[in-house]
């Protein structure tokens, strides 16, 4: 099992002793002591213990704004009145989601959108990214790379849909190999130098007119 997967599991816990027990005068910030003797319990091994304590912050350090948003959300029913179970995973939840969404993007990353993706399997994905060069497609963000190598790990078919201004570009992380599409389709804007690039790593592609 995955230490992310392990970890949310055992912050889970640590987040659901808290709400049983009752904030009482401390509040959010009894927090992290209940879930270390939670974990202590449990003798948790260091990498998941590090992983969960990130979790476990994040709900302290936006314990308002999760509860409130979450209020938002949760019509006919007060936050109050849902089972501590249910709260507790709605309140990690929210709070993974704010680790990972990794601002200026709005969507859904990080962890727990990967584990989604990996749950689904398609016939078909057509994705973008921030550059192509010498046979690879890069982009600047570690959150958007995780979660594009995971679609197209749960596709059959894999379509890079470019225009020509990525072409001859890099980014800081590589995505994958351009051999992993069975083909790259970019609009007609594209130079003769960027094409020639393209054959010489075997790439097919196609363009697209206006």
Known sequence: MRIETRARARALQALYAWDVRGAGDEGSAALPR?????????????????????????????????????SDVTTNWRLERLGAVERSILRLGAAELRLGAGKPYDSFLGVS???????????????????????????????????????????????????????????????????????VIVDVGASPEALRDLDEHKVSFELAAD
């Open 113 to 183: 959108c990967v584990e989604a993706i990996e749950s689904l399997r398609v016939d078909l994905c057509l994705v973008s990214t921030s550059a192509v060069s010498a046979g690879y497609a890069y982009h600047q963000e570690p959150h958007i790379v995780s979660v594009k190598r995971a679609m197209l790990a749960s596709a059959a078919r894999k379509v890079l849909l470019i225009d020509h201004t990525k072409l001859g570009r890099v980014a800081l992380h590589r995505v994958v190999p351009l051999e992993v599409f069975e083909r």
């Open 34 to 70: 209940v879930a270390e003797q939670v974990w202590d319990d449990l003798a948790l091994d260091r990498p998941v213990r590090e992983r969960a304590l990130t979790l476990i912050r994040a709900v302290t350090t936006d314990e308002r704004a999760i509860d409130a948003d979450l």
